[in-house]
């Protein structure tokens, strides 16, 4: 069966300081995978959308970016975060079908 | 703007009843239509879906409905169980973008 991680759960760091997120899949191959952010008292928003390795789609603008270096492993990283970067970070997948699969998140507080 | 709405922030309902969780869309070009729960601090999990083809799909105690030319879907969840509570979010895909779109969630509280 496929299975998602994230690391780290939880993140505080502070303004001005570099991010990276870690989202891989296991069980499948060649997945579609994603980055959303859910900000406080809003839904979930798409960041980044990956087809395949080295491909990278961004649906805003932002301080953010997105890397595929393998082919289940999806990397989101910033070089300098803002106050407004705090959210909870979410990775999916997909695969041959419209369901999307979320992995358990990690918490990001920049302070 | 919000492509994907759900007007209800909150929703109580006694354990064994029925809960009925809506979610109105603007994009007619959206095609495919889902529903995810989630809990606090955990990724959203997926419940159930429904092609913008069909107007009905049933899984156990969860069944959604589609009104197209409404431009409306509801969660029906019968009967509501304690796990239940938890936050829901209706989610599209197509309409121009690569991912879902999503609402802003409804939280589900089923009192015992």
């Known amino acids: 069966s496929q299975t998602i991680h994230q690391w780290p759960a939880t993140l505080v760091q502070p303004v001005g300081s570099p991010l990276s997120l870690e989202c891989t899949v296991e069980?499948?191959?060649?997945?579609?995978l994603y980055w959303y952010r859910q900000a406080a008292g809003r839904g979930l928003q798409l960041l980044f959308y990956?087809?395949?390795?080295?491909?990278i789609s961004s649906e805003v603008p932002q301080n953010l970016s997105a890397s595929r270096p393998q082919d289940r492993q999806f990397i989101l990283s910033s070089k300098k975060l803002l106050l407004s970067d705090s959210g909870f970070y979410l990775c999916a997948w997909s695969g041959g079908t419209n369901e999307q699969y979320f992995g358990p998140g990690t918490r990001l507080t920049v302070t | 703007d919000q492509q994907v709405k759900q007007n209800s922030p909150s929703l109580s309902v006694q354990e064994g009843r029925i809960s009925i969780l809506n979610c109105d869309y603007t994009?007619?070009?959206?095609?495919?239509f889902l529903w995810y729960k989630k809990y606090p601090a955990e990724g959203p999990t997926f419940l159930i879906s429904i092609s913008s083809i069909k107007d009905k799909n049933e899984d156990g105690r969860f069944t959604v409905f589609l009104n197209k030319s409404a431009k409306h879907l509801s969660l029906h969840i019968v009967p509501s169980q304690p796990g239940d509570s938890a936050v829901y979010f209706c989610a599209a895909l197509g309409g121009g973008a690569d991912g879902l779109t999503f609402g802003k969630g409804t939280h589900l509280i089923i009192q015992p």
């Open positions: 069980g499948t191959s060649n997945p579609n």
């Open positions: 990956s087809v395949g390795i080295g491909q």
């Open positions: 994009n007619s070009m959206f095609d495919y």
